[in-house]
């Protein structure tokens, strides 16, 4: 009997045209606005394969951004615990990651997506709709001003991790990171929660 | 008579000769550790031919990094007032070279720096002796903590750079500039002056 040597349900060649298909898809419609069923379209399977292999959309977007970690996952563990502390612990969540084994993906992101506007597409999505929607849903902030307190905070930590983990300045490079979470942590806290219009008089 | 297919004084490869000499004299020395006699040298040219092309070390760096602007002509309007208003100057300043013609250059700086080590320490020594040095030495705060409040302010200014400007997140990428003035400008403030391990309790 002749192999086929089209695609077959299971195999990696039909797992990586599902990526690379989501891939497209998330770039040009945004996280919300593609679906599994036109991903599955576009990658020629059936959209049950799509949630077999990955369970679901956030999976699939995840699995498609080479995202180091899954936010889903880590955020509830920030989010726990008084509002006055948030700023702190986003900081130490976010210094864990870029710190720990999964830095090495979450740098190789960082340098395709500054390099290339598909990548710094998915990287918008990301930012928005892993992590920042999840924690400004939770806050007793104006829903009209959440938008430009999550991108304040993402300038801040997006921020710190080019010159902690790319450009290397020091002392940020090697500091400590209760050092960073102690001089950085009120900065995104006053982003989430604080008066953005607080300018100094002078 | 034969012409001479060798360098001459005051001809384009001469300059570019000088330039490349520099790029490799910075990034392996920094900025204080090279000198122009040892730049010349490289190049092999008289050092007086780079005092008169390039004027002073300070000029001879900014060319060779490719420099949007020169901050020894920015800063002094950025430092002259009141020292409570310094943030919203630095970062109406940076929003101003960012946003003109010469953020282009800007954003080149810094895709280049981001994906080549080499440019990278370039970045690393334009930020620390073309800026942050400059404003450190004017302000009243211990010089043992200078490093840090300037890299922290680095790491602020940089990531409003990167989310503005190439990674285009909304609502910073198209904010008016004095919005984020208000809303970054105290952030500045307090890595330059403020008390960086003052921890909200919590």
């Known amino acids: 009997m002749a192999r086929r040597t089209g695609r077959r349900p299971g195999n990696l060649d039909t797992r990586q045209a599902i990526l690379d298909a989501a891939r497209a898809a998330f770039a040009e419609r945004g996280f919300d606005g593609a679906s599994i069923r036109a991903v599955a379209a576009a990658a020629q399977v059936d959209p049950a394969l799509v949630h077999h292999y990955f369970g679901s959309k956030d999976r699939l977007f995840l699995a498609?951004?080479?995202?180091?970690?899954?936010?889903?996952?880590?955020?509830?563990?920030?989010?726990?615990?008084?509002?006055?502390?948030?700023?702190?612990?986003?900081?130490?969540?976010?210094?864990?990651?870029?710190?720990?084994?999964?830095?090495?993906?979450?740098?190789?992101?960082?340098?395709?997506?500054?390099?290339?506007?598909?990548?710094?597409?998915?990287?918008?999505?990301?930012?928005?709709?892993?992590?920042?929607?999840r924690i400004l849903d939770q806050l007793d902030v104006d829903p009209a001003e959440r938008p430009l307190r999550g991108s304040l905070v993402a300038s801040q930590l997006?921020?710190?991790?080019?010159?902690?983990?790319?450009?290397?300045?020091?002392?940020?490079?090697?500091?400590?990171?209760?050092?960073?979470?102690?001089?950085?942590?009120?900065?995104?806290?006053?982003?989430?929660?604080?008066?953005?219009?607080?300018?100094?008089?002078?």
Chains 1, 2 share one sequence.
């Open 64 to 133: 498609a951004v080479h995202a180091p970690v899954d936010p889903g996952e880590l955020l509830p563990g920030v989010l726990a615990g008084d509002h006055a502390g948030l700023g702190e612990r986003l900081v130490r969540a976010f210094l864990g990651v870029w710190d720990s084994p999964a830095g090495t993906a979450a740098v190789a992101l960082l340098r395709s997506a500054v390099s290339n506007e598909w990548t710094a597409r998915l990287l918008r999505e990301f930012l928005v709709t892993q992590v920042l929607r």
């Open 158 to 202: 997006i921020g710190l991790a080019v010159l902690r983990h790319v450009v290397r300045l020091e002392p940020v490079a090697s500091a400590a990171p209760e050092t960073l979470v102690a001089a950085i942590g009120p900065t995104v806290q006053r982003y989430l929660t604080g008066d953005l219009a607080d300018v100094p008089a002078g």
